[in-house]
Every structure is written in structure tokens, then in C-alpha cells.
């Protein structure tokens, strides 16, 4: 059974910090590329950033470049996501999910597995 679980969410104030993982089992990890998710109240989710099945591929959507870093450790089938300078609109439900590729990453249904999600929320 394949399972990813996210953790790290929580309350912050503009400009802090978090780092959110996703800790995941049941699949190969090496052979995934992973990517974080986020659905604000009321929007669609959207795509944040993806990693390749090695470290030397990663993408970020516009909003989060420049602040916000995709890792993973392959040791233990775990992704990251660092984020700086945090702004409220950065507020929302965040979702790891794993794709067979990262062509497929961004694609509506081309990802493979998700997990539950972690509440991130950002004060002003």
C-alpha cells in the first residue's frame, strides 16, 4: 500500500520560515519524481515545485521561485519542500504527490499518488 504523508505545516507570521516533508512508502521512490501541490479556500489546486528522480532536475511554479527550495532524500523516500519569506497569499492546504516523471508532473491526472495534505498558513 502506498502511502505519503506530509508534515510540517503550521501558523506562521509573513516572512518566517517552514519546511514541509513528505515521507513516503509502498513504492520505489528512486524511480518517482515528486512534486508539492497547494489548494487555497475557494481555488484550484496548483502546482508549487517538482523534483526529478535524481536531485538535478527541479522546477517551481513563478509565485514560489526564489523562495521556496524542492529536496529529496532518496535514503529515506522522503521529499522537502523549504520555504522563505512567506506571504499570506502562500496560505493554503499543501499535497505531495508522486509522478512517474516530471514531464508528467504538471499534467491534470499525470501524477501517480497523493497524500493528505498539511495546512500552511501564513499571517500578516
Known amino acids: 500500500q502506498v502511502q505519503l504523508v506530509e508534515s510540517g505545516g503550521g501558523l506562521v507570521q509573513a516572512g518566517g520560515s517552514l519546511r514541509l516533508s513528505c515521507a513516503t512508502s509502498g513504492l520505489t521512490f528512486s524511480t518517482y519524481a515528486m512534486g508539492w501541490f497547494r489548494q487555497a479556500p475557494g481555488k484550484e489546486r496548483e502546482f508549487v515545485a517538482a523534483i526529478g528522480r535524481s536531485v538535478d532536475y527541479t522546477m517551481y511554479a513563478d509565485s514560489v521561485k526564489g523562495r521556496f527550495t524542492i529536496s529529496r532524500d532518496n535514503a529515506k523516500n522522503t521529499v522537502y519542500l523549504q520555504m522563505n519569506r512567506l506571504k499570506p497569499e502562500d496560505t493554503a492546504v499543501y499535497y505531495c504527490?508522486?509522478?512517474?516523471?516530471?514531464?508528467?508532473?504538471?499534467?491534470?491526472?499525470?501524477?501517480?499518488?497523493w497524500g493528505q495534505g498539511t495546512q500552511v498558513t501564513v499571517s500578516s
Open positions: 504527490a508522486a509522478a512517474g516523471s516530471l514531464g508528467t508532473m504538471r499534467v491534470p491526472r499525470g501524477q501517480n499518488y
